[in-house]
């Protein structure tokens, strides 16, 4: 309770975009008996690394503090960590490009009236499938949350990457909607697109060398000389069960 506590007290002293979560795999056994052994799962976000680094060390002392406070032993354990993803404009500019060029996924309409039931079903405007190319955002619009590992290679080597229409619009994510999608025949069209635009843009990359440099020179920018360094300590054993 005292690391809980102490966490919460964090709350009103650290970034607005910041998060901090917990879940308590094991707290006991019985209600009127401390227990023996308790364990707890933070995750600590925010859009840059710099934070997360300075939060997670910040809770590091409150853990410290509450094994002081209640003479107990604590261990840590920081078994995942990522950084934000850097953007690439000119591999950004090369692709969208190509996606225009390509056009989106060629869906029947079975599969558009199919997506539209769905959406009526969940109580979703049925509109269907998004099938519209959207123009390319002038900059870095804000975090919409979650994370990728993509984020870790943007930091060791220019990338870029691109989203296609494979499920109805509005569906939630990570859900059976989008499993469901991702199961019919019709579904690979969007794979099909995605394949082409990114052959394309290697192929740009193969055959134009003031775009390779220009994607470098934006990474160089990015890193800002920072090398990429792993989050989990070299010396982190692996959480296996």
């Given at each position: 309770m005292y690391r809980f506590y102490g966490a919460n007290l964090m709350r009103e002293h650290v970034q607005p975009s910041t998060r901090i979560h917990y879940v308590i795999p094991n707290a006991g056994e019985?209600?009127?008996?401390?227990?023996?052994?308790?364990?707890?799962?933070?995750?600590?976000?925010?859009?840059?690394?710099?934070?997360?680094?300075?939060?997670?060390?910040?809770?590091?002392?409150?853990?410290?503090?509450?094994?002081?406070?209640?003479?107990?032993?604590?261990?840590?354990?920081?078994?995942t960590g990522v950084h934000a993803l850097l953007l690439n404009r000119p591999l950004q500019e090369a692709m969208q490009a190509n996606l225009e060029a390509v056009g989106g996924p060629n869906f029947p309409d079975v599969f558009q009236a199919w997506g539209r039931e769905m959406q009526t079903g969940l109580d979703i405007d049925p509109v269907g499938l998004d099938v519209e190319v959207q123009p390319l955002a002038l900059g870095a619009t804000p975090a919409q949350g979650g994370s990728t590992d993509v984020a870790e290679v943007s930091w060791i080597t220019p990338t870029v990457q691109l989203e296609i229409t494979s499920a109805p619009k509005g569906v939630p994510w990570h859900s059976w909607a989008t499993s469901a999608s991702h199961g019919t025949e019709w579904a690979a069209a969007a794979a099909d697109v995605a394949a082409r635009v990114l052959a394309m843009t290697g192929m740009d990359l193969l055959t134009d060398p003031g775009l390779l440099e220009a994607a470098r020179e934006a990474h160089r920018e990015s890193t800002q000389g920072r090398p990429w360094r792993s989050a989990i300590p070299a010396d982190q054993k692996p959480p296996i069960p």
């Open positions: 019985a209600p009127n008996v401390v227990p023996e052994y308790a364990k707890v799962w933070y995750y600590v976000r925010d859009t840059l690394r710099t934070n997360v680094e300075e939060h997670y060390a910040w809770l590091l002392d409150i853990a410290d503090a509450a094994a002081q406070a209640t003479r107990t032993e604590h261990e840590v354990s920081l078994i």
